[in-house]
């Protein structure tokens, strides 16, 4: 039988495929788009989001490296369980489909939401069109490659951004202390920010630009992480499940005497506490798993038929399988 152990240490591996794929997808996504463009749309008030639209084609590598947690998800069969798994299914291939289109309508959306939180902190703060622009865009580093920005984000991490901004542009020394409470912090430009509170003064804008660029690359991680936990445990459990599917196919089980068992099991990250209480809970292969929310998944981070996102986001439990294969025969 496959331990949770095994499962999470695939898990691992994959996720930082993802997480690494999805921070280059995010940084290659405006090859192409100009300064003077974004500022342009900026000064006439028009839309950016067909311009800084992101595409299946601009996260291809994200959705490739989801497709691979899919595909490894499932060929991790139990022993007893010997199937040749194949991606060329329909399910496997409406699958891939969906769950890619799902990913890009979120990351679109928002995105679209964190830009007009910029484009908001623009206005507000007197920042001009291509000031605006390059806070969405981010700024050429010392590399001479264009670091940081707001693209890859969502709502909330573009407000964590401009309100950083804000505390280091304050002069107010309460605030700046508070810039120095954020995790995600650079904490190389510390110096910087303790400087400018000992003279009571604000963060020089040339200085603020450097701090913000990195805060904002490290929120870039943050949001590659989370998208990686997120859908590598839905990929690997949707596989395993459609190798089931293929088994029951073949004749090599029986739906009436498959069962899947909820595992809440995590070496290294917290259990919400909704999965805790389902650890152990036992439904036929047909049937959904139910958490006391009343939250129907076919397997740990499955969506498809309505679960809350805040009850999958992160989540890391598994799936594994009972098979009575003496019923079956």
């Known amino acids: 039988m496959l331990t949770s152990g095994k499962i999470n240490k695939v898990a691992d591996k994959h996720e930082r495929e993802v997480s690494k794929a999805f921070v280059a997808d995010a940084?290659?996504?405006?090859?192409?788009?100009?300064?003077?463009?974004?500022a342009e749309h900026i000064e006439d008030h028009a839309?950016?989001?067909?311009?800084?639209?992101?595409?299946?084609?601009?996260?291809?590598?994200?959705?490739?490296?989801?497709?691979?947690?899919?595909?490894?998800g499932g060929e991790?069969?139990?022993?007893?369980?010997?199937?040749?798994?194949?991606?060329?299914?329909?399910?496997?291939?409406?699958?891939?489909?969906?769950?890619?289109?799902?990913?890009?309508?979120?990351?679109?959306?928002?995105?679209?939401?964190?830009?007009?939180i910029v484009l908001s902190?623009?206005?507000?703060?007197g920042r001009n069109p291509r000031q605006t622009a390059l806070d969405i865009v981010g700024r050429v580093g010392r590399s001479g490659k264009r670091e940081g920005g707001i693209v890859g984000l969502n709502d909330n991490q573009a407000r964590y951004v401009m309100n950083a901004r804000q505390q280091l542009l304050s002069g107010d020394?309460?605030?700046?202390?508070?810039?120095?409470?954020?995790?995600?912090?650079?904490?190389?430009?510390?110096?910087?920010?303790?400087?400018?509170i000992a003279a009571e003064k604000p963060v020089t804008h040339e200085s603020a630009d450097?701090?913000?660029?990195?805060?904002?690359?490290?929120?870039?991680?943050?949001?590659?992480?989370?998208?990686?936990?997120?859908?590598?445990?839905?990929?690997?459990?949707?596989?395993?499940?459609?190798?089931?599917?293929?088994?029951?196919?073949?004749?090599?089980?029986?739906?009436?005497?498959?069962k899947k068992v909820w595992d809440s099991t995590s070496h290294h990250f917290p259990t919400r506490d909704l999965h805790i209480q389902m650890d152990g809970q036992s439904v036929d292969m047909e049937e959904?798993?139910?958490?006391?929310?009343?939250?129907?998944?076919?397997?740990?981070?499955?969506?498809?038929?309505?679960?809350?996102?805040?009850?999958?986001?992160?989540?890391r439990c598994t799936m594994r399988t009972e098979i009575d294969f003496i019923g079956a025969a």
């Open 288 to 315: 959904p798993f139910v958490d006391a929310d009343g939250n129907r998944m076919m397997y740990p981070g499955d969506t498809s038929m309505g679960a809350a996102a805040d009850t999958v986001i992160n989540c």
């Open 121 to 125: 902190h623009g206005v507000e703060a």
């Open 210 to 258: 450097k701090i913000i660029t990195r805060y904002e690359a490290r929120l870039l991680q943050t949001r590659g992480e989370t998208i990686a936990r997120t859908e590598t445990i839905e990929a690997l459990n949707a596989g395993r499940h459609e190798a089931l599917h293929q088994a029951a196919d073949k004749g090599i089980i029986s739906e009436r005497h498959t």
């Open 76 to 116: 991790l069969q139990a022993p007893e369980v010997k199937i040749n798994f194949s991606m060329h299914s329909d399910r496997a291939a409406k699958w891939i489909a969906k769950r890619s289109s799902k990913l890009v309508t979120r990351i679109n959306r928002q995105q679209q939401d964190a830009i007009r």
């Open 27 to 38: 940084r290659a996504a405006l090859e192409g788009v100009t300064i003077k463009e974004i």
């Open 173 to 196: 020394p309460e605030q700046m202390r508070e810039y120095l409470n954020r995790k995600r912090r650079d904490r190389r430009f510390d110096h910087i920010v303790k400087k400018a």
């Open 47 to 72: 839309s950016l989001n067909q311009l800084l639209a992101i595409d299946a084609g601009a996260i291809g590598n994200t959705l490739e490296a989801v497709r691979d947690a899919y595909k490894n």
